[in-house]
């Protein structure tokens, strides 16, 4: 049986049940990084979807953004961007805080990684409700431009697309739920 890339990343991530609490179905992508063939082609095929954008960096969110994301930078011949929660960057950096179901948080990047004016692609694992996305576009956007989102898996019936939409009308995900 020949396997589409969707079914094949589906094939091996890992839903674990109330992690990291109660009620949350968490998706976990740690699976795919023991196969080095899976993770070369979805990689490949997150260049195919960005490819003609005129993409000059990518932007990860810290953690599980930086796994493909430094591979997908890499692949397009564009600079890497580390989206760090507050505090774990050393030098100068620029802030932008957002809310959370309990409380906020605050991320951040190097001001210096950052060139003004350019097309930021951002990216992260999974996209849920879109705040984190949101909150690292609106970071970018301090300096540069979002050129786009780039997850993933998307878990559509959370609607985190419309949100970003506001930001870019260029959100892909390699699958979706
Ligand atoms: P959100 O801001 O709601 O879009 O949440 C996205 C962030 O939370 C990403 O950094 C994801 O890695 C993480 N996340 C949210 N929900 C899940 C889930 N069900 N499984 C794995 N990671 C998740």
Redesign the pocket.
């Known amino acids: 049986m020949n396997l589409s890339l969707q079914d094949k990343i589906k094939s091996v991530i890992r839903d674990v049940p109330n992690f990291p609490k109660e009620g ?4 976990d992508i740690t699976p795919i990084l023991l196969d080095p063939i899976l993770v070369d082609e979805l990689v490949s095929a997150m260049v195919v979807q960005f490819k003609d954008d005129a993409i000059d960096a990518v932007a990860g ?1 810290e953690s ?2 930086y796994l493909f994301g430094i591979l997908l930078a890499q692949k397009l011949q564009v600079p890497f961007i580390m989206i760090r929660k507050e505090g774990k960057l050393p030098a100068k950096t620029i802030k932008e805080s957002y809310d959370l179901e309990y409380g906020s948080a605050t991320i951040e990047v190097h001001e210096d990684a950052i060139v003004p004016g350019s097309n930021v692609l951002i990216h ?10 949101i909150a690292a576009g609106k970071l970018i956007q301090q300096k540069a431009k979002v050129a786009g989102f780039s997850f993933v898996i998307a ?1 559509e019936f959370l609607n ?1 697309i419309q949100h970003l939409n506001e930001m870019s009308l260029n959100t892909k995900s390699l699958i979706t739920y």
């Open positions: 949350i179905l968490f998706k969110i599980r953004g992260d694992d999974l996209l849920a409700t879109g705040g984190t996305a878990l985190g």
